[in-house]
């Protein structure tokens, strides 16, 4: 049978499982019994007689490194008792040790007096303290202290105390207790309630939720209610996948009564399962609040994932109010938005009595409200875009090109965020880190390419700007094109040529060496006149959208190449940039963000994700604010005329995309569109399929692209996703 991973305690690459049972999910407390609370927070859901809890004798923290001091070199009690507080004030617990009477050491030994100290530091969430020593006769027996700590938690904490001082057979000691610590502690321990806001939504842009408090379904197995373990078992084993060793240890040691929580489902659960379970005396299932993702794989990379705190991040969390156990966005808008969607945690920080019932409140802070992101995303388009990619390795990418809101942002393969609140198997685990498909990886962000012959709108742009053509410029195609002396030959798409071409249709008909004679003649004018205007599309750098990681893309000139190759620049080097090949990569989101430019008539917008950000009260506590990234070259006509070839792209007869049906009919009426094809050599048997289009051509509301990994001819493979996703926006967007 396959493992199976407790939800949660996902957070690739790392393996590392909490065993643990959150009772309080997301704001909404379930309150069972207090013993039952207890034993959730430190007892993994069960507890043991052994139990071991932060802030209590014999919990595991580390050791410090001895302290240095000399007893016998403290000849009053003042002495004693200060150096106690210097020491406490420099976290030397082992020293702190050393100062203890014979009759205090006989009731804790020095690695629980230590691990008792750091417990507590850890559970107050401690990151600073200052004790002073009070004023009193040196002789005295009994020193007061004032003790300020700072917790990351519910702030200051202050207290007056006493620290004790006895005479020993070499000298004065300190008479030590557990109340040396916290007044009133005793034989308790410092225990955090918190009190956790229910984390808020990730919104499209029409409300529709991406990530939400909904409900699972936990099948679980309340101990007292088995009739028949081994059947049980065995039954179990066979309905979850998993194997009986791993379902008794998830149960064993509740009491009878409890309900002890085995393996989440999403809500529905599958009626024939529902009905296996129904049979099995001692199971039962529960609805219960959690973090829901209602797109599921289709908006992954977008949204990201949570997990919880590791051991390892913990040191620096808890000083922004995180414990173990605690939930953490892990990518996407899940990280991004933390600070607003986690809200401000609250609790109490409380002595407990070995009863178990409360002594003392230390301190305590209200928790505020979560706050809601709202997103550009139109969840139509993202499903759509989604359904349209299926289960090609690619991307898709819809921009609003008179803002940059992003529309629709599909990444493939991609995962489910829900497994990581519902549980993984191994199978699920080792998908999820295939180094191969890398389904966590952004490939619309975080993946640049060769683009083909989408890149011919910038060596077309450049021919008008820098070398004065126009659309009636003629030019030869050829089937093929070399330098003079040089034995290299690139070939056109059509292997007899095209004849000779206007401009115009030499992008409508994506003549390959009509562009690379273009590109001769930039280079000779100046080598840096293409690589120039490509930048001015946005390639070579950044995006700067600021929700998602990304990658830069690579424009090569003469200073990258020296540089970076260690070599110097070629006039072919110029004829691979003129078609988007060579050492050129950008990825599918730069490469849609320059096709909005062109749309919108030549302003480059810096892409987003997020609207705005609104908390429960309705005041706004983000709002984005578009920013311009630049200004395309060129006229108001030059940039008209290459819109106008690339609507013709795909409905003229001698476009390259007039046969895909493009500019259909949608819903009765028709909406022009422009676009280009791109077919991208890979270094493998099948190129990269490219298609970058934009819909209304004149006043466009958007711009897209689709991008097939390998996929084989643009026109072939990617223009009729991307005509999928155009319908999803006029079908959503009448």
């Known amino acids: 049978m396959p493992g199976y991973r407790s939800p949660y305690s996902q957070r690739p690459p790392s393996r590392n499982v909490i065993p643990k049972i959150v009772m309080s999910v997301l704001g909404i407390t379930v309150v069972v019994l207090a013993v039952f609370v207890l034993a959730d927070r430190f007892g993994g859901g069960r507890l043991l007689s052994n139990t071991t809890i932060p802030g209590a004798p014999g919990a595991p923290t580390a050791v410090a490194s001895p302290g240095t001091v000399s007893v016998a070199a403290l000849s009053s009690p003042r002495d004693v008792a200060g150096t106690y507080v210097n020491l406490w004030n420099a976290g030397d617990y082992t020293s702190m040790y050393g100062?203890?009477?014979?009759?205090?050491?006989?009731?804790?030994?020095?690695?629980?007096?230590?691990?008792?100290?750091?417990?507590?530091?850890?559970?107050?969430?401690?990151?600073?303290?200052?004790?002073?020593?009070?004023?009193?006769?040196?002789?005295?027996?009994?020193?007061?202290?004032?003790?300020?700590?700072?917790?990351?938690?519910?702030?200051?904490?202050?207290?007056?105390?006493?620290?004790?001082?006895?005479?020993?057979?070499?000298?004065?000691?300190?008479?030590?207790t557990p109340s040396l610590i916290f007044a009133d502690l005793g034989d308790g321990f410092v225990h955090w309630i918190p009190d956790i806001p229910q984390r808020g939504r990730i919104l499209d842009r029409k409300g529709r939720p991406l990530a939400h408090l909904g409900t699972i379904d936990k099948v679980g197995v309340v101990p007292g209610q088995i009739k028949d373990e081994q059947a049980l078992l065995q039954q179990l084993s066979q309905a979850l996948g998993m194997t009986a060793d791993q379902i008794k240890a998830l149960y064993s040691g509740g009491q009878p009564d409890w309900f002890m929580p085995i393996k989440n489902f999403s809500d529905p659960m599958d009626p024939k399962l529902l009905q296996q379970l129904a049979g099995i005396p001692?199971?039962?299932?529960?609805?219960?609040?959690?973090?829901?993702?209602?797109?599921?794989?289709?908006?992954?990379?977008?949204?990201?994932?949570?997990?919880?705190?590791?051991?390892?991040?913990?040191?620096?969390?808890?000083?922004?109010?995180?414990?173990?156990?605690?939930?953490?966005?892990?990518?996407?808008?899940?990280?991004?938005?933390?600070?607003?969607?986690?809200?401000?945690?609250?609790?109490?920080?409380?002595?407990?009595?070995?009863?178990?019932?409360?002594?003392?409140?230390?301190?305590?802070?209200?928790?505020?409200?979560?706050?809601?992101?709202?997103?550009?995303?139109?969840?139509?388009?993202?499903?759509?875009?989604?359904?349209?990619?299926?289960?090609?390795?690619?991307?898709?990418?819809?921009?609003?090109?008179?803002?940059?809101?992003?529309?629709?942002?599909?990444?493939?393969?991609?995962?489910?965020?829900?497994?990581?609140?519902?549980?993984?198997?191994?199978?699920?685990?080792?998908?999820?880190?295939?180094?191969?498909?890398?389904?966590?990886?952004?490939?619309?962000?975080?993946?640049?390419?060769?683009?083909?012959?989408?890149?011919?709108?910038?060596?077309?742009?450049?021919?008008?700007?820098?070398?004065?053509?126009?659309?009636?410029?003629?030019?030869?195609?050829?089937?093929?094109?070399?330098?003079?002396?040089?034995?290299?030959?690139?070939?056109?798409?059509?292997?007899?040529?095209?004849?000779?071409l206007t401009l115009h249709n030499a992008l409508v008909q994506s003549c390959d060496t009509a562009m690379y004679q273009i590109g001769v003649r930039l280079d000779e004018k100046g080598r840096n006149l293409l690589p120039d205007m490509a930048k001015a599309f946005g390639f070579g750098a950044a995006s700067g959208i600021p929700e998602l990681p990304e990658v830069a893309g690579v424009v090569p000139d003469p200073t990258w190449k020296l540089d970076t190759v260690k070599d110097g620049w070629a006039t072919g080097d110029a004829v691979n940039l003129a078609i988007g090949q060579g050492y050129f990569l950008a990825t599918p989101l730069q490469v849609a963000n320059a096709y909005a430019a062109l749309a919108n008539g030549g302003t480059l917008w810096q892409p987003y994700l997020v609207q705005e950000v609104d908390a429960l009260d309705g005041s706004k506590l983000y709002t984005h604010q578009s920013k311009q990234l630049g200004k395309l070259p060129g006229t108001s006509d030059q940039l008209d005329a290459i819109r106008q070839a690339l609507k013709d792209v795909v409905t003229a007869p001698n476009g390259t995309a007039a046969g895909l049906s493009i500019a259909h009919p949608f819903n009765g009426e028709t909406h022009s569109v422009g676009g280009k094809t791109g077919t991208a050599e890979s270094g493998q048997t099948q190129p990269h399929a490219w298609f970058a289009s934009f819909s209304p051509v004149e006043g466009a509301k958007f711009a897209s692209v689709a991008m097939v990994e390998h996929g084989g001819e643009g026109g072939d493979v990617a223009a009729p996703i991307d005509r999928q996703v155009i319908d999803a926006y006029y079908t959503a967007n009448p």
């Open 282 to 500: 001692g199971v039962t299932v529960q609805k219960w609040p959690d973090r829901v993702y209602p797109a599921g794989p289709a908006a992954a990379q977008i949204v990201g994932y949570l997990s919880q705190v590791t051991a390892d991040e913990l040191p620096k969390l808890s000083k922004q109010g995180y414990s173990a156990g605690d939930l953490i966005g892990r990518a996407g808008l899940e990280s991004w938005g933390e600070q607003y969607l986690r809200g401000k945690l609250g609790g109490r920080l409380v002595i407990v009595g070995a009863d178990g019932q409360e002594r003392k409140t230390l301190g305590q802070v209200k928790s505020q409200p979560a706050a809601d992101i709202v997103t550009t995303i139109d969840l139509d388009v993202q499903m759509a875009a989604d359904k349209a990619l299926g289960n090609k390795t690619g991307s898709v990418v819809v921009i609003d090109p008179n803002t940059g809101a992003i529309l629709a942002m599909v990444s493939h393969p991609t995962f489910d965020p829900n497994q990581f609140i519902l549980g993984m198997s191994d199978q699920d685990w080792a998908a999820l880190n295939d180094p191969n498909n890398r389904p966590l990886v952004n490939r619309a962000t975080q993946v640049a390419y060769p683009i083909g012959s989408t890149f011919k709108i910038v060596t077309t742009l450049a021919g008008m700007v820098d070398l004065g053509m126009n659309p009636n410029t003629t030019i030869s195609c050829p089937g093929s094109f070399s330098l003079p002396g040089n034995s290299q030959v690139w070939k056109d798409w059509s292997i007899t040529g095209q004849g000779t």
């Open 99 to 176: 100062l203890l009477s014979a009759t205090s050491k006989q009731h804790i030994s020095q690695p629980d007096f230590v691990k008792r100290y750091q417990g507590i530091d850890q559970e107050v969430g401690q990151t600073s303290i200052q004790v002073t020593l009070g004023n009193t006769s040196s002789d005295a027996l009994r020193f007061p202290i004032h003790v300020v700590r700072q917790s990351s938690k519910v702030g200051q904490l202050t207290e007056d105390n006493a620290v004790p001082i006895v005479r020993d057979n070499d000298g004065y000691r300190v008479e030590w």
